[in-house]
Nanobody, 124 residues
Framework: VQLQASGGGLVQSGGSLRLSCAAS????????MGWFRQAPGKGREFVAA????????LYADSVKGRFTISRDNAKNTVYLQMNSLKPEDTAVYSC??????????????????WGQGTLVTVSS
């Protein structure tokens, strides 16, 4: 499956952005999805995950209550709604897809396919 992330940009602290990740090439509803981010000079960090059914979700503590992951299997797209953004949310955000067993994954090595990333910059 090919993944294309979009929606990044520059936003002021306290603002909102919605990221999208469009999938193509395979049956999107067969994949559990995740969002990760990588800040300058830091390693990749788990942000959020959603199962292929769109039911259970999981969030990193740092974004819980501010970010919401969702998906529309009819549109082959997963979203990340980001509210109350903080400067420490500045990073390149990437979406990822995982096949196999149905569960929520928080480690990047558990995902099979990756999008190219979209840059989110939060100014103070």
């Amino acid at each position: 499956v090919q993944l294309q992330a979009s929606g990044g940009g520059l936003v002021q602290s306290g603002g909102s952005l919605r990221l999208s990740c469009a999938a193509s090439g395979r049956t999107f509803s067969n994949y559990d999805m995740g969002w990760f981010r990588q800040a300058p000079g830091k390693g990749r960090e788990f942000v959020a995950a959603i199962t292929r059914s769109g039911g259970p979700t999981l969030y990193a503590d740092s974004v819980k209550g501010r970010f919401t992951i969702s998906r529309d299997n009819a549109k082959n797209t997963v979203y990340l709604q980001m509210n109350s953004l903080k400067p420490e949310d500045t990073a390149v955000y990437s979406c990822a897809a995982a096949s196999g067993h149905y569960y929520l994954r928080t480690s990047d090595y558990e995902y099979d396919y990756w999008g190219q990333g979209t840059l989110v910059t939060v100014s103070s």
